[in-house]
């Protein structure tokens, strides 16, 4: 076995870079977080006056109950939902979401969502609908949030 020795001004040098690199990435870190208020913001302000095409388009959401499919993909499948809104004053006041579960994981994922997602919807604006995560299911979101797309082009109509 061969053994180098590195200089000390080498290992203080790399030593300076790593740590100098870690203040870099906190900088960086530091303006996402700050920037995300202000996305939060401006999302909370379409509804009301920063944007008044997003205001003029929750009032011209005609009420009643809508109905969509979502689909998502899955590591093992693609994997459908339905989901079926009701809405009056462009305000979700009930949701329903329906499985047909492929593989035995989603039948678990898409049970937890369910079971979860009117205490995130019921009483939220539509245009301000934008799930991420319900009881631990990331990925039905997606289909979850593709459907509501297609329920907001119904309800304008």
Known sequence: MIRTTVPTSVRKGSALLGVAGLFVLAGCS??????APADDSS????GSSSQSSGGDSTA?????????????QTPETVEK??????LADGVVTDVE????????????????????I???????AIDDLDVSRV????LTSGGFNAAVEAIKEQAAA
């Open 30 to 35: 530091g303006t996402a977080d700050a920037e």
């Open 43 to 46: 999302t909370a302000g379409t």
């Open 97 to 116: 979401v329906t499985g047909d579960p492929q593989a035995p994981e989603t039948e678990q994922y898409q049970g937890q969502f369910i079971d979860g």
């Open 81 to 86: 939902i339905s989901v079926t809104l009701t």
């Open 118 to 124: 009117a205490a995130e919807v019921e009483g939220v």
């Open 135 to 138: 009881a631990g299911s990331s």
């Open 60 to 72: 011209t959401y005609a009420d009643g109950s809508y109905t969509a499919d979502g689909s998502y």
